[in-house]
């Protein structure tokens, strides 16, 4: 009872296909009261259709899931008065202005006029009171999800999720947006963001989990995933006078791909050293021309998780 | 129950189309008023339905229930449609809110434009010709059974369609032509046999006929009967909207 009762999301062998696409692929994943939790994964992992089956927008094949101790199948009332969702695509009813749609969102949880005042601070705080009688339609793509932020907390939610928040917002919105979502955390909630950005979930995120190809393929501490290196990979791309015919065994881990004369190599800056690596290219007597590195992307944070074996 | 919820859905789809009123409600009252100007002034030399009735007063209530049926079922489905469309049925997704408490919002409101425009096009019409009254309780059976049930057909039509055009098609060739060969324009015993059988098996014709029974106590069929079909086909479609938005077809999906 005591572990149930610190449990905001429970998820349990969780299934979703859209026709022959297996979108969500068995997810088993607690998220804790008062948690800030990052979903991560590339494009096409599952992440909204993960957070669409948690809201009740779409139905699992299989598995259960609850909301703060209610099922949301079968306890949806209370189940979706718990959470507030920000959905990720930018929509709005251009019928309406931005506190008529706040007043209706509010309405359709059952709150009422005595709610008007929480909607009026909730305009404050997001800044939107000079947009309040403007129709969403007139809005930035910034601005339109402010209204969304605060539509999905029109009705106190204990429990706030956020699908990619920051994709299209400038840079100046996107920073005052997360000042808020902090406040919030801190105020008690349990947020969860999915972002493709490795950095915004670093910053924000006490635990992670990453998504691949509708599984988790990481489950961990903010600290935990950093300790495996997850933000230290780095891409080198070498160009060769002659074709390099024998890969060394050494470098047969770091190998990311090799076309001809063009090698790139995966490297974690924390256990691989690049001299090291260099030196065994060049001991295959290999003539290096170009040299060039990059950051990784998160498929390739994938790939060294998986490929490492370090999953658990 | 969630009352509120039910309550705040209601009053948006009624804002929905007040906010437009010139296009969902006078711009439907005028195409009324347009049928009864040209129909009775080019028929109303040839045709005497009922004794005693004038033709243009026989027109009356047909293009009424006309009006009705089509903008009842234009408001549930155009706005299901709208909201998929531009993914704000979420809005409505998200919240506490029941299969029935939806249903019930989206019908009500369908049944308050319906009856809106029913009531624009009586009261217009009623400066160029006098009319009886033969039964209000008729009248509003008739006006709220009907718009009830082509409400449930605009849910049931908006939910099913994936694009403005699967609606404008269901629009073209289900709704129009059933309240055109309804018996708006004529009474069915004018029709050769053959059309007079297949009026009977046409919902809208006993929704018509009713309802000009409540004006001039004639009618075509027997009005309780006509009352038992309406009533048959309101709860066939009604459960129906109902059990697609339980089972959350394409909308939870
Ligand atoms: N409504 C849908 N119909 C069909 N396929 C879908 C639908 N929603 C998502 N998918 C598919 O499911 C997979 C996961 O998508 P999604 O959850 O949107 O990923 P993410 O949010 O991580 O980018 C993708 O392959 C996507 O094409
Ligand atoms: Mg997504």
Redesign the interface.
């Known amino acids: 009872m005591k572990s149930q009762e610190s449990i905001a999301i429970t998820i349990k062998g969780v299934q979703k296909h859209f026709g022959q696409v297996h979108a969500l692929r068995g997810i088993d994943l607690e998220i804790r009261r008062g948690e800030f939790f990052g979903l991560l994964g590339p494009n096409g992992a599952g992440k909204s259709t993960l957070i669409n089956t948690i809201a009740g927008l779409t139905r699992a094949d299989v598995g259960q899931i609850s909301v703060m101790g209610y099922d949301v199948a079968k306890q949806y009332r209370m189940a979706r008065r718990c959470i507030g969702i920000v959905p990720q695509e930018l929509v709005y009813d251009s019928f309406f202005n931005v506190r008529e749609m706040l007043r209706l969102q509010a309405g359709y949880f059952g709150c009422g006029h005595e709610n008007h005042n929480w909607i009026e601070e909730l305009l404050d705080v997001l800044m939107l009171h000079d947009k309040a009688d403007t129709n969403v339609k007139a809005l930035s793509g910034g601005m339109k999800r402010r209204v969304l932020v605060a539509m999905a907390l029109v009705h106190k939610p204990d429990v706030v999720v956020l699908d990619e928040p920051t994709a299209g917002v400038d840079v100046e919105l996107r920073q005052s947006l997360w000042e808020f979502i902090k406040r919030l955390h801190n105020e008690g909630h349990t947020i969860v963001l999915t972002t493709h950005y490795l950095e915004e979930a670093e910053s924000l995120c006490d635990r992670i989990a990453i998504l691949g190809e509708g599984k988790i393929i990481a489950l961990d501490s903010k600290q935990g995933l950093l300790d495996r290196g997850v933000n230290h990979v780095q891409l080198v791309t070498l160009t060769t006078e002659d074709p390099i015919q024998d890969i060394p065994a050494q470098l047969s881990k770091n190998i990311k791909q090799h076309n001809g004369s063009e090698l790139v190599l995966q490297l974690n800056q924390k256990t691989d050293n690049i001299i090291d690596l260099l030196d065994a290219v060049r001991n295959t007597g290999a003539i290096i021309k170009t040299i060039k590195t990059s950051e990784a992307d998160l498929e390739d944070v994938f790939m060294e998780i998986t490929n490492n074996g370090r999953l658990t | 129950m969630?009352?509120?919820?039910f309550?705040?859905?209601f009053?948006?789809e009624l804002?929905?189309f007040y906010?437009v009123a010139v296009q969902t409600i006078l711009a439907p009252v005028i195409t009324a008023l347009l049928y009864l100007l040209v129909f009775s002034h080019v028929l109303k030399e040839h045709i005497e339905v009922y004794p005693d009735v004038s033709y243009t007063a026989f027109l009356i209530p047909g293009l009424i229930m006309m009006a009705v049926i089509q903008n009842s079922f234009a408001n549930s489905s155009s706005s299901l449609i709208q909201?998929k469309y531009?993914?704000?049925i979420?809005?409505?997704?998200?919240?506490?809110?029941?299969y029935l408490e939806f249903y019930l919002a989206f019908m009500a409101a369908a049944v308050v434009r319906g009856v809106a425009v029913g009531t624009g096009v009586l009261l217009t019409s009623l400066f160029f010709v006098d009319l009886p009254l033969h039964s209000m309780l008729y009248l509003l059976l008739f006006g709220i059974m009907s718009s009830a049930t082509l409400g449930s057909m605009g849910i049931i039509a908006g939910i099913w369609a994936d694009k403005f055009d699967h609606l404008a098609g269901f629009q073209n060739f289900v709704i129009m032509p059933l309240s055109f060969l309804s018996g708006v324009f004529y009474s069915i015993h004018s029709l050769p046999d053959i059309w007079q059988t297949a009026s009977h098996f046409n919902p809208f014709f006993y929704m018509i006929d009713g309802f000009r029974y409540s004006f001039f106590g004639q009618s075509d069929v027997d009005p309780l009967f006509s009352l038992s079909v309406v009533s048959l086909f309101l709860l066939i479609l009604a459960s129906t909207a109902m059990w697609i938005l339980k089972s959350?077809y394409k909308l939870?999906?």
Do not use: D, E, V
């Not at chain 2, 969630?2 to 919820?5: F, L, M």
């Open positions: 969630n009352i509120r919820g309550y705040t859905l009053c948006k804002l929905r906010k909201s531009t993914g704000n979420l809005f409505i997704l998200l919240p506490p809110l029941s959350g939870r999906n």
